[in-house]
């Protein structure tokens, strides 16, 4: 596997991959790897002969009081993680690099980008689509793939990739949980061993709605209810929203009909975790 840390290095290499007829696939990731990015890694090897995975803590992503300086890094580790992963190139750009003195240019995806996550966390979106667009520049990637805990970043992602017409097919893969359901995120590093197990509401909420659904519930309303009640009765988790909605534009729904996007985001904590669930009637 090569690493390569500047902008022009990273080009250089997939300009010769390119030239030499091969496709790229890119998992931009934020580090301290896990099984979730492992899985995009195996989905990139599957689809792409080239495998180019970004390990980036994107500072415009961050809002003041969040958790940008203690973000877990290990840069050693996730280069020993995607060696066994088989990935071919490590993207570690650097802060100075991508956002140099002067920098002023943001891309924004209006209206999604301010639903759900985006109401608690202003400019979150502005900072992933800027510098996930950057990452589609600097690398050309034929495919790239998203987890799908971060619905609404790969929803955002893809209307971005498509109304800029961008020639990268966006792949959203599913969530990988851990044997007692909860949703795999490198936030749980920061979870003590009581807020671990206080972290399982978020995802027995979403199977209580699961089952709710299956046994002929349609109610949007009453699913949410359902869910804030199984978050309500852990003492350590705050909720931060529950909300049912279309999975494409994100606005409320009534109803369980077609498919329908239950996602919701918690602290535990100090930590704030998100998950989700499709629902299908
Ligand atoms: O999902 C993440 O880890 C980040 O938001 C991403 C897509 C790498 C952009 O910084």
Known sequence: MEAVGSLSAMK???RDRRRSGLTIGLVPTMGCLHEGHLSLVRESKARADV????????????GPNEDFRRYPRDLAKDTAVLERAG?????HPSAAEVYPPGYRTYAEVTGLQDRLCGRSRP???????TVVLKLF???RPDLAFFGAKDAQQALIVRRMAADLDLDV???????VREPDGLALSSRNAYLGPEERKAALALSTGLRWAERAVAAGERDAARLAAGVRAVLEAEPLARIDYVEAVDPETLEPVAEVRGEVLLALAAFI???RLIDNVRLRA
């Open 12 to 14: 250089a290499l997939a």
């Open 137 to 139: 520049e600097i690398v």
């Open 269 to 271: 904590g100090p930590t």
């Open 169 to 175: 097919e966006i792949v959203t893969c599913p969530i």
């Open 51 to 62: 495998t180019v995975v970004s390990v980036f803590v994107n500072p415009a992503q961050f």
């Open 123 to 129: 400019g979150h979106f502005r900072g992933v689509v």
């Open 87 to 91: 990935a071919d190139a490590l993207f």
